[in-house]
């Protein structure tokens, strides 16, 4: 039996559940890959309807163990490209989502678990979370922009710490140095993540889609070839958004009379 992955919509929220075999940790192998590359097409086609996707675990021990038994046996020299280039597609497609992504963290986050975490846009980890790039035990490489994502998350030195010794970090370490974006107790996952996706509601949908693509483009863009990506998207804002309404309704409320006057 294989990890399942769940798709579900609640509150214009979805949700990503990883769903291991009863006892196992959740592991990644090609009909896992393809049900995450379909769950995010389905995402994908409802997004002008959604707020917010959380990609999370079933199991409270483990996020992701990485590659399943059957991959580690079976991949060869051969074969490794076609796997390695099957999950970059899935993974930056998760990453391009149009909408914020918080992988929600309580168990073990290694190798390619690892990996699938950063693809998302945050990443909330309980205090009882572990992270660790762990490939260069078994003889190999990060093979889904593990090092590229890592590097950026923590900077190029300590992501050569961490890649070179396979350490493993616990979640305190985890958010000292950048690799996730808040933790705390597990009890207070809940209210976190609905503080976010709360804040994230109150916002427009069209500019916050606009705001992911144009921070995407950020590492790669001169500050120059930043000004034309900021005036497309602030063209459309205005011309396809709800810009203009929201700022019909932001002076509205300016102009109107204040309660006791």
Request: hydrophobic share 50%.
């Amino acid at each position: 039996m294989r990890t399942e992955v769940q798709l579900s919509y609640r509150d214009a929220i979805a949700h990503v559940t990883l769903v291991p075999p009863e006892g196992k940790p959740p592991t990644l192998d090609a009909g896992v890959i393809d049900a995450l590359d379909a769950a995010c097409a389905e995402i994908e086609s409802r997004a002008d309807t959604l707020v917010a996707v959380v990609l999370r675990s079933h199991s409270a021990r483990f996020f992701c163990a990485g590659a399943n038994l059957n991959v580690m046996e079976t991949i060869t020299a051969s074969t490794v490209a076609a796997w390695v280039h099957r999950g970059h597609q899935v993974m930056n497609r998760l990453e391009a989502l149009p909408l914020p992504v918080v992988a929600v963290i309580e168990g073990y986050a290694l190798g390619g678990g690892l990996e699938l975490a950063m693809a998302c846009d945050l990443i909330f980890a309980a205090s009882t979370a572990h992270f660790g790039q762990t490939e260069v035990k078994l003889g190999l490489v990060t093979g889904w922009g593990g090092c590229y994502r890592l590097a950026r998350r923590v900077g190029l030195p300590r992501a050569k710490e961490l890649a070179f010794t396979a350490r493993m970090i616990d979640a305190d370490e985890a958010a000292r140095i950048g690799l996730v974006d808040w933790s705390g107790p597990a009890a207070d996952l809940p209210a976190r993540l609905d503080a976010f996706t709360s804040a994230v509601a109150a916002n427009s949908r069209s500019a916050i889609r606009e705001t992911k693509a144009i921070l995407s483009t950020c590492s790669a863009s001169s500050l120059a070839e930043n000004a034309s990506i900021e005036a497309a998207a602030s063209e459309r804002c205005l011309s396809s958004g709800d810009a203009a309404l929201r700022l019909a309704q932001f002076f509205a409320a300016r102009r109107a009379p204040k309660s006791g006057h």
